[in-house]
């Protein structure tokens, strides 16, 4: 009901980039611009400009924060910079990394997703079962339905959370799997 | 292109002995650790053998390659069937590269029938791949750099949070509802006190001499009061002139003023 009078249509340029500011902050998961523009009752071109703008700004004080852009969203995280620092103050170490296998499995899959397991066996030459059982554990893969071809094998994609993890604003953003053939091709 | 073949080969995969020093398996149980699968083990060896991944030494390369299958068994590592199939492939190729070429087809160009072709075509495939593995340790690594804001305390992570006094209010009264039959059922069971189930107990000793105290405890309604009626007994046993007799074993038992 209070919708329309809540909003401000007449919010100027600066105080839009403050809100945008604010609701980065707040939110859990990168925010992003669309949802923003709906909370906003703005343009989404609007939003997108104040990220910009927002982003500018702390380069330009060179804040101990960023705005990144993760996931489709937005997100304000500390520099890399300060990671001692900060590990310091929490009291945390660098998380357990994945294995050798199951990276390899990983790059498989967010190259050739959807892919079945037979597939990924295909490429690695070796059986990836115990890898994907760790990716699924780990969130950063998810089951994406069934190949409907023999056995109906179940096919497999990245998940959020690996854009999240993986610091990525979307799969686009991978590098293209034939750049690395230059690397292949030079193991002479 | 290919060099002529050694034909100084043979592979037993029930005669596996340890035929690798001590020295040198340790050097190389390390590595074995590293191998993602026989591709990556199959690019080691050939980068180990500074070969042309385009022409790869067959010979030398499965030699190499059976060599660490042998030494992964010596040292109790379960060779994957994986890492079989591929010596398999291996040996295929070696064979297939041993028959003399067809002189039509070397006329006509001689990488057409290179047995090697698919393999070569496997390990680029895969060696992409491992790069890629490789561009995804950095970017996580980096990512590991990089820390958000902790969680906040929101409506929709602490949903109480949301409730005013008169949320409460009425959530108290259906609760109070909820155990109205309860609380009365409370106020019943106050029926006797240990106090009252002595008095009671010595009162009917002196009325009647002895008392059953299967009758005695027969009479009870709940398990609160069996058990406030057996109390009273041992106590009446303690305090009083009182004795218990149990004329048989497992037969009931009297408790009679002496």
Redesign the interface.
Known sequence: MSEATASQPARGTSDLVAVVEALI??A?EPITAKLMAEVLDEDRQAIEAAVDQLKLEYENRESGLQI?EIAGGW??????EF?EE?RKF?KTR??A??S??S??T???I??KQPVTVPEI?E?????SASAIKTLLDKRLIVAKGRKETVGRPMQYGTSKDFLI????KDLSE??S??D??D???G?? | MSQPEPETYSFDFHKETAEITVKSSDELSIKIG?F?????LL?YL??QE?????DIPIARITDEYLRFIRLMKSLDIAV????L??ASTLIEIKSKMLLPRDPNVDALGEEMDDPRQELVD?L??????????????E???????????G??E?DESNAEIDASVFDLLTVFQKIVARHADEVKLEIHREEISLADMIKDLKRRIFESEELSLLTFFEEMHSKRELVTAFIAVLEIVRTEAVKLIQKKTFGDVILRRI
């Open positions: 902050f707040v859990d990144r997100q304000i995280a500390t520099r890399t990671h900060v929490l660098p998380s990394k994945l050798l296998a990276l390899e990983l790059a498989v967010a190259y066996l490429i690695r030459g070796v059986q993890q993986f610091g990525l991978l590098p799997i034939e690395f053939e690397l292949a091709g193991l002479s | 590293e993602a699968g026989p591709l990556d690019l050939i980068r500074q070969a042309n991944i385009f994957a069937a994986d890492f199939v591929m496997r680029l495939e895969y060696e992409k791949y491992k790069s890629a593995a490789q561009m995804l340790y970017k996580t690594t980096v990512e590991q750099a990089v820390f958000v804001r969680k906040i929101s």
